[in-house]
């Protein structure tokens, strides 16, 4: 079974440019997780979907983070404009209904913000 | 706020021998909890969960241990082997009306063959 696939697994880019990351949840999962993991934070949840609808974005860091769900199988994070502070690794998950399911976590993306 | 404390950065152990990850939280009203380990490069991957109903649960070599009148959780893995170097993340969840994870920030295992 195709677990959590997140794009692109790495990407560098400048201060300033608009950064995109991209997440393919498991098939048939009605929650959508967006983390990021940074060293001195470790795992922080920026923002869920259940059902395609943001639920919870209380974790955005602020208004240049933005993230949409047009549909059960895709899932975009926006970050615009970058800064050097965003450099983290982003993590998608994802889970099906229910309080004992575990969320599964796509291998994430590594970004650099030069 | 750190509502989920894992105070060890690291630890090493012997193969063969028992390793110990702990976990303390904070809020009162997590009624759910898990361990996730992560390889680098991987995403975290579930390994083992406790509802707050329970003190222990057990999943082969894995045992994890609540102690809700401390408000502090371990995790057990007997025996250590290589392959269980990893980073150990705890969290706790609530499972009434939200779905999020609150994790700490991990252990870095390292078993010494």
């Known amino acids: 079974d195709a677990g959590v696939i997140q794009s692109p697994r790495h990407e560098v880019t400048e201060m300033g440019q608009e950064v995109t990351l991209r997440c393919k949840p498991i098939s048939g999962h009605d929650y959508l997780f967006w983390y990021r993991q940074t060293m001195m934070r470790g795992l922080e949840l920026l923002i869920y979907f259940n059902n395609n609808v943001p639920i919870d974005d209380s974790g955005m860091p602020e208004d240049r983070f933005s993230a949409k769900m047009p549909n059960a199988s895709f899932s975009t994070l926006k970050i615009q404009p970058s800064e050097p502070r965003d450099s983290a690794v982003y993590f998608c998950a994802s889970s099906s209904w229910g309080s004992n399911q575990p969320q599964h976590f796509g291998d994430g993306t590594r970004l650099s913000i030069l | 706020d750190q509502q989920v404390k894992q105070n060890s950065p690291s630890l090493s152990v012997q193969e063969g021998r028992i390793s110990i990850l702990n976990c303390d939280y904070t809020n009162s009203m997590f009624d759910y909890f898990l361990w996730y380990k992560k390889y680098p490069a991987e995403g975290p991957t579930f390994l083992i969960s406790?509802?707050?109903?329970?003190d222990k649960n057990e999943d082969g070599r894995f045992t994890v241990f609540l102690n809700k009148s401390a408000k502090h959780l371990s995790l057990h893995i007997v025996p250590s082997q290589p392959g269980d170097s990893a980073v150990y993340f705890c969290?706790?969840?609530?499972?009434?009306?939200?779905?999020?994870?609150?994790f700490g920030t991990g252990t870095r295992l390292k078993v010494l063959a």
């Open positions: 406790i509802s707050s109903i329970k």
């Open positions: 969290a706790g969840t609530l499972t009434s009306g939200t779905y999020k994870y609150i």
